[in-house]
């Protein structure tokens, strides 16, 4: 679009539509690792492992909500 020089509103809808796609990705594979890897990991009987996920979910949300 850039390249086409098409009107500089119409890219910034694009660029909106993407980065809001991007974002429903994302909120399906969080799901997914929530469902699956999060929920095995904390149920485990291994602390460790249990607080690495902890960790982990932490700096995912934390990236997430920027």
Not at 1 to 14: F, H, K, P, S, T
Not at 25 to 37: I, Q, S, T
């Amino acid at each position: 679009m850039v390249i086409d020089e098409r009107y500089c509103a119409d890219i910034l809808v694009q660029i909106a539509a993407v980065q809001e796609s991007l974002r429903s990705v994302a909120r399906v594979m969080l799901r997914n690792h929530l469902e699956h890897c999060a929920s095995e990991a904390i149920r485990s009987n291994d602390a460790t492992r249990r607080e690495r996920m902890y960790d982990e979910l932490t700096e995912l949300f934390g990236k997430l909500v920027r």
